[in-house]
């Protein structure tokens, strides 16, 4: 059921109060588009942007309709429960689930998920000191199936001042304690925050490359050109495929137990190594096939 969200490797944000927007994003080779209530919708325009969004997911086929997840507000916002309304009558008609924004209590996930309904996907953003601490339990709720991380609203709950190279140090025990916690969880890989600069293909590259370095498995991205960028960084190339189909051969043919492979042991840690560069391509394989 949750399948498309736990193995997805690009979330792409589109405003929910520029309808026009979501057919597009749904085009740009994204895995899941993400209609946002919260940051990116002024508070005046709350209401605007849940009609708005019903009427645009209203217009797209069934089958589409399982790629798309709504960033909701906040627990504690004035929207938030006008939120969680709108979002059942979403996911009824085939809506994949609900972002949560500023995630720090399972309580929150249990609310958003009775309300949502059993076949909602869940994705805690993990954006504070408290979500941090949290983490473990968030991602042991009903119905999450990853954790995202919020690092720009992290670095200002928790007072740091980084430049927007410097951050990236900073962050890392941040970042691995969110891939650990999914881990530990059995969830899908956590997901890394956005690169804010749109202009900059090289820095998203070098994100996305280090996301995945880090254990991440995918990105969220502001802008349709990052996509491309980060599937690149997340896709494995032909020599890595190749080699993985090698590993895999060579373990078989030595009946499972450690042989040597271009001067180099190759062990079971090795193989579900390779066995995790296979399903990455098939899942890259699946996106260029449309399926």
């Keep these: 059921m949750h399948e498309l969200a736990r193995q997805a490797t690009s979330f792409l944000f589109v405003p929910a109060t520029r309808p026009e927007r979501l057919a597009k994003a749904l085009d740009s080779g994204c895995d899941m588009v993400i209609a946002d209530w919260e940051d990116a919708v002024a508070p005046a325009d709350k209401a605007t942007a849940r009609a708005a969004l019903a009427q645009a997911v209203a217009a797209l086929p069934v089958r589409v309709r399982a790629r798309i997840l709504v960033r909701i507000n906040a627990e504690g916002t004035p929207w938030h429960e006008d939120d969680l309304a709108a979002l059942a009558a979403l996911v009824a008609r085939g809506v994949a689930g609900a972002v949560v924004a500023k995630a720090e209590r399972v309580q929150t996930l249990h ?42 609203d992290f670095q200002v709950d928790a007072g740091m001042a980084c430049d927007s190279e410097g951050a990236e140090d900073e962050l890392l025990p941040i970042r691995m304690a969110l ?73 078989q043919e030595a009946g499972g137990g450690v042989c040597v492979l271009d001067g180099r042991m190759v062990d079971a840690p090795v193989l579900q190594q390779a066995l995790q560069t296979l399903q990455r391509h098939a899942w890259a394989q699946g996106r260029r096939a449309g399926g």
Aim: aromatic letters at 2%; hydrophobic letters at 55%; a positive charge.
């Design 111 to 152: 609310a958003v998920a009775r309300a949502a309904g059993a076949q909602a996907a869940l994705l805690p953003l993990v954006e504070s000191v408290a979500g941090l601490d949290a983490a473990d339990a968030l991602a042991a709720a009903p119905q999450v199936v990853r954790l995202a991380f919020g690092h720009l």
């Design 179 to 251: 891939v650990l916690a999914s881990r530990r969880a059995g969830l899908g890989a956590a997901v890394d925050g956005v690169t804010v600069d749109t202009r900059n293909p090289e820095r998203m590259a070098r994100d996305a490359a280090r996301a995945r370095r880090m254990g991440f498995g995918g990105k969220l991205c502001i802008h349709p050109a990052q996509v491309a960028v980060l599937h690149a960084a997340f896709d494995p190339d032909a020599s890595a495929v190749a080699h993985a189909r090698r590993v895999q051969q060579a373990l």
